[in-house]
T-cell receptor
Framework: GQSLEQPSEVTAVEGAIVQINCTYQ??????LSWYQQHDGGAPTFLSY????GLEETGRFSSFLSRSDSYGYLLLQELQMKDSASYFC?????????????FGTGTQLKVEL | DAMVIQNPRYQVTQFGKPVTLSCSQT?????MYWYQQKSSQAPKLLFH???????NEADTPDNFQSRRPNTSFCFLDIRSPGLGDAAMYLC????????????FGPGTRLTVT
């Protein structure tokens, strides 16, 4: 089976940097995606890592280590609007590689 | 703008009364997904269509069915809703070669009375 673990909640102050970790167990790993979901809203795609290393997209970066089955999402210059839930999601050979399995989600609270 | 549209946004049904949720997309994506999401939980995949190929998750109850009459439309039928089926139902799409990048509709919040 597959499992993904994330911290349930992270709190940080506006302007700070925060890292949200994700560890996973799966067979036939393809890559790790990150999604943001505001309360009452739909998930929106943030980033995807198929290879080891860091991917940067503006204030958000995502890192993957395939050997450690570990990844993280790094949010810089935090803003109040970044308060949301963040999900990591694994794409694996399961289902022919055509689907994602989502982690339990991390609720990020940004405070003044 | 290209998008994923779900109707209705809010649906109230009675216990045991069949209900259909709809999803349409203007992105021309090959793959469509239906997720169930309960409060403070991760989206849980119910099934997906890879083009016309239907893929049911092993733990999706028989109570849930789906139809995809064409590329643009997909329906979720709940034959006999129970109180435990109250949730947000999310439709998502992706291109065939970028299933890691899914585009979600706004969701339909289902209430069962």
């Amino acid at each position: 089976g597959q499992s993904l673990e994330q911290p349930s909640e992270v709190t940080a102050v506006e302007g700070a940097i925060v890292q949200i970790n994700c560890t996973y167990q799966t067979s036939g790993f393809y890559g790790l995606s990150w999604y943001q979901q505001h309360d009452g809203g739909a998930p929106t795609f943030l980033s995807y890592n198929a290879l080891d290393g860091l991917e940067e997209t503006g204030r958000f970066s995502s890192f993957l280590s395939r050997s450690d089955s570990y990844g993280y999402l790094l949010l810089q210059e935090l803003q109040m609007k970044d308060s949301a839930s963040y999900f990591c999601a694994v794409r694996s050979l399961t289902g022919g590689g055509n689907k994602l399995t989502f982690g339990t989600g991390t609720q990020l609270k940004v405070e003044l | 703008d290209a998008m994923v549209i779900q109707n209705p946004r809010y649906q109230v049904t009675q216990f045991g009364k069949p209900v259909t949720l709809s999803c349409s997309q203007t992105l021309n994506h090959n793959v469509m997904y239906w997720y169930q999401q309960k409060s403070s939980q991760a989206p849980k995949l119910l099934f997906h269509y890879y083009d016309k190929d239907f893929n049911n998750e092993a733990d999706t109850p028989d109570n849930f069915q789906s139809r995809r009459p064409n590329t643009s439309f997909c329906f979720l039928d709940i034959r006999s809703p129970g109180l435990g089926d109250a949730a947000m139902y999310l439709c998502a799409t992706s291109p065939r070669d970028r299933v890691h990048e899914q585009y979600f509709g706004p969701g339909t919040r289902l209430t069962v009375t």
